[in-house]
């Protein structure tokens, strides 16, 4: 089982640019949860996919869109890149809570993005 | 809402030490815990959890947390530290759905030997 997956590693993008993200669940997992890490600080969540639909968001501006595919896997986009916009991208996956126990989220090792 | 404080953003200890990391919590419903740790250049791997069953939570590589309501706190300890524990330490909490995690600003655990 190679786990959650997420490519590229490293992007460097210009100010004003877009940027697409993507990440691949571990095996058998169908939600997918996005973060962003700023440099020195804890993971920000952005944003939940499940069932291909954005389920729960954090506070973070609309240029930060996604999609998740019927495979699962999912994309993060974001417009319009701005400085502050640098950071580690982390995707989580995790089997849909069925309210009986606690399904593990495990996390890919990043996209570390800079924006010049 | 919720929110977690991670007191000591770098902790240092001597090889055999005790270890020793705080994480306060703020939540409006009952909370599920978290503690995870990451390696440089990797993602977060979970260490332990609290979900409303026993309060002393045990974990892997020997850390164990207690889940004090009275003081909102989530400590994480491991008796005895190891080079192999340093690295940088996240308290999360969760609502109990789990859609949404808020993590804590990280602890930097350094091993002295």
């Known amino acids: 089982d190679a786990g959650v997956t997420q490519s590229p590693t490293h992007l460097i993008k210009t100010r004003g640019q877009q940027v697409t993200l993507r990440c691949s669940p571990k095996s058998g997992h169908d939600t997918v949860s996005w973060y962003q890490q700023a440099l020195g600080q804890g993971p920000q969540f952005i944003f939940q996919y499940y069932e291909e639909e954005e389920r729960q968001r954090g506070n973070f501006p609309d240029r930060f869109s996604g999609h998740q595919f019927p495979n699962y896997s999912s994309e993060l986009n974001v417009n319009a890149l701005l400085l502050g916009d640098s950071a580690l991208y982390l995707c989580?996956?995790?089997?849909?809570?069925?309210?009986?126990?606690?399904?593990?989220?495990?996390f890919g090792p990043g996209t570390r993005l800079t924006v010049l | 809402a919720q929110s977690v404080t991670q007191l000591g953003s770098h902790v240092s200890v001597s090889e055999g030490a005790l270890v020793l990391l705080r994480c306060n919590y703020s939540?409006?419903?009952?909370?599920?815990l978290f503690w995870y740790v990451q390696y440089p250049n990797q993602g977060l791997q979970l260490l332990l959890k609290?979900?409303?069953?026993?309060?002393l939570v045990k974990g892997i590589n020997g850390f164990e947390a207690e889940f004090k309501k009275s003081e909102t706190s989530f400590h994480l300890t491991k008796p005895s530290a190891h080079m192999s524990d340093a690295a940088e330490y996240f308290c999360a909490v969760s609502p109990n759905n789990f859609n949404k995690f808020y993590f804590g600003s990280g602890t930097k655990l350094n091993v002295k030997p």
């Open positions: 939540s409006s419903v009952p909370p599920y």
């Open positions: 609290y979900t409303s069953a026993a309060t």
């Open positions: 989580a996956s995790s089997l849909e809570w069925t309210g009986s126990s606690y399904n593990e989220q495990f």
